[in-house]
């Protein structure tokens, strides 16, 4: 196989005209699942460019179902893994939302107008101190002029977020040390009374079927490569010759302009995949070993939308970074101003499994918020003033109402 595939070629010869957008994205998935290792395209399999299975691209209309987390409630990380799993069956995407206004901050999750009922009857089956609001199913208009008044008076700024190694895992550390929310609530604390802010976690099952079939080719090419090393070593093949160990290996774009811009497009960003890619043959079982460690696994956005940037920094360094290592870090698109959240609206995603999904949306336990969060407390917390160096509560106040 020459250097500098001919993938043009190759979809020309392999795929009628209409099959080359979705045999583009099936590559380009694969590729971003391998990320940064050497998997040349010429000796992959055909069916990775027929029968990989893609991620959900279904858009359902929304309804959004309020969380107001009562005074017992304790965040389980158990309970919200068993929670994500019931919703598995649905494979639709979800939004779970964290959202602050100068009037107050709430938990939402945002689900498929025609799951509602059964969403709410799994939230009250795995979260019986958390409630859920009153909230009518609006129509399209109604509901397009609530996400207008949501955002505020004026635009708000947003940024996609996403872990940028699809095989790389998230430090969640489940129940033990302090709730991430937490300290999403500290780093907007100074600016709740006067900004909006929210946290919106895009969610939805990943097929299991491709995760399970990039392993399996990942496994295929190294034994391909094994092989080629064992003639190399018996002299029957010059180990120089071998284009399956070079550092990169570009797609040739001879004639990409006769392509449609979506087509085009495609090719260009696989392309950018493939290059710059480290040959570690040996990498190839453990990263299909890494890819199973997913399952079951979630197709997964953040975006952080605020009034300015200074918020999104602050959330950016206060919040986000507290799920990142040395290995996983979050990769971030570029900034946009918006005059609602539109859930249809499809961001950069990466793959996750249950644990760090949960690590992401969860209610947190009603003690680790502050008093301006929606919750089902029946008594303010007794201000700063009237407490003592030492803790002792000097005075409390009465009923809220």
């Given amino acids: 196989m020459p250097i500098g595939f001919d993938l043009e070629q190759k979809l020309l010869l392999s795929h009628a005209p209409y099959e080359i957008s979705e045999a583009l994205e099936r590559y380009c998935l694969f590729y971003w699942l391998t990320y940064d290792l050497v998997v040349p395209p010429g000796i992959l399999s055909p069916a990775i460019s027929t029968q990989l299975p893609l991620p959900c691209r279904h858009a359902p209309t929304w309804v959004p179902v ?6 017992d409630h304790r965040h389980s990380a158990r309970q919200t893994r068993a929670f994500l799993d019931s919703l598995r069956i649905i494979e639709q995407p979800f939004y779970f939302e964290f959202i602050s206004r100068p009037s107050g901050a709430h938990f939402q999750l945002q689900v498929p107008v025609e799951h509602r009922a059964f969403v709410e009857q799994m939230v009250r089956l795995h979260f019986p101190q958390c409630s859920i609001a009153a909230n009518q199913v609006q129509s399209e208009c109604e509901r397009a ?33 302090p709730d991430p929310y937490a300290y999403f609530c500290a780093a907007i604390e100074t600016r709740q009374k006067d900004a909006v802010c929210g946290c919106h976690v895009r969610f939805a099952p990943f097929p299991e079927a491709c995760l399970r079939m990039v392993a399996s080719e990942l496994e295929s090419v190294a034994d391909q490569i094994l092989d080629f090393q064992r003639l190399a070593y018996l002299g029957i093949r010059r180990s120089d010759d071998n284009p399956l160990l070079e550092e990169t290996l570009p797609i040739t774009l001879a004639n990409w302009m006769r392509w449609q811009p979506e087509v085009r497009q495609k090719l260009i960003r696989l392309q950018d995949l493939i290059s710059k890619r480290r040959a570690d043959p040996d990498g190839l079982s453990w990263l299909s070993e890494q890819l199973l460690k997913k399952l079951p696994a979630w197709q997964v956005s953040v975006r952080i939308s605020a009034s300015d940037a200074e918020i999104i920094e602050r959330v950016r360094g206060r919040f986000l970074a507290k799920y990142e290592t040395s290995e996983q870090a979050f990769c971030e698109g570029p900034r946009r101003a918006v005059s609602a959240i539109d859930p249809s609206d499809e961001s950069s995603w990466s793959v996750l499994s249950t644990s760090e999904l949960v690590g992401l949306a969860h209610v947190p336990s009603a003690s680790a918020l502050p008093r301006w969060v929606r919750s089902g407390r ?12 030492d803790g002792i509560v000097l005075g409390t106040l009465g009923k809220e109402y």
Avoid: H, I, W
């Fill in 66 to 71: 309020v969380l107001v987390p009562g005074p």
């Fill in 145 to 177: 002029s609530s996400a207008a008044r949501a955002v505020g008076e004026g635009p708000l700024l947003l940024a996609d977020f996403y872990p940028g190694v699809a095989y790389r895992f998230l430090d969640v550390k489940d129940d033990a040390g």
């Fill in 378 to 389: 029946t008594r303010a917390e007794c201000p700063a003033f009237m407490q003592g160096n």
